[in-house]
């Protein structure tokens, strides 16, 4: 399922208090990088071994609050969620380096397994 866009900080809140993996790409519209990599992320979102992961999408001019309360000034920023906690950060918009830090179940640094469980 494509990335869905969180709409307020209190849906955020909620989102991330689940027991899912979920991994948000904070983006914005004139982010040229952000254009770049948002397709790599929806593929992934699409890609079936990562179905127990949910992924997001927060655009940082219409959700000021949501990158204030994470203190999120650069993007592309990807942020992973499981719990309530924050998993892991990966920064910039290097597609294989998205897909490691965040995805990758062979990798050590991966964030979240593809089964969901936190790395």
Do not use: H
């Not at 990158?67 to 993007?75: A, K, T």
């Amino acid at each position: 399922m494509a990335p869905i866009a969180i709409t307020s900080l209190e849906e955020f809140r909620k989102i991330i208090g689940g027991p899912n993996p979920v991994v948000i790409d904070f983006w914005a519209t004139w982010c040229g990088p952000c254009r770049m990599i948002g397709p790599v992320f929806e593929k992934l979102s699409n890609t079936p071994e990562y179905a127990s992961v949910d992924f997001y999408t927060v655009d940082a001019d219409e959700q000021p609050d949501i990158m204030d309360e994470l203190q999120i000034s650069s993007m592309p920023t990807f942020v992973a969620f499981k719990n309530g906690n924050k998993i892991g950060t990966s920064l910039g918009a290097i597609p294989k380096t998205l897909l490691v830090r965040i995805v990758d179940p062979s990798r050590e640094q991966s964030l979240i397994s593809s089964t969901g469980a936190r790395r």
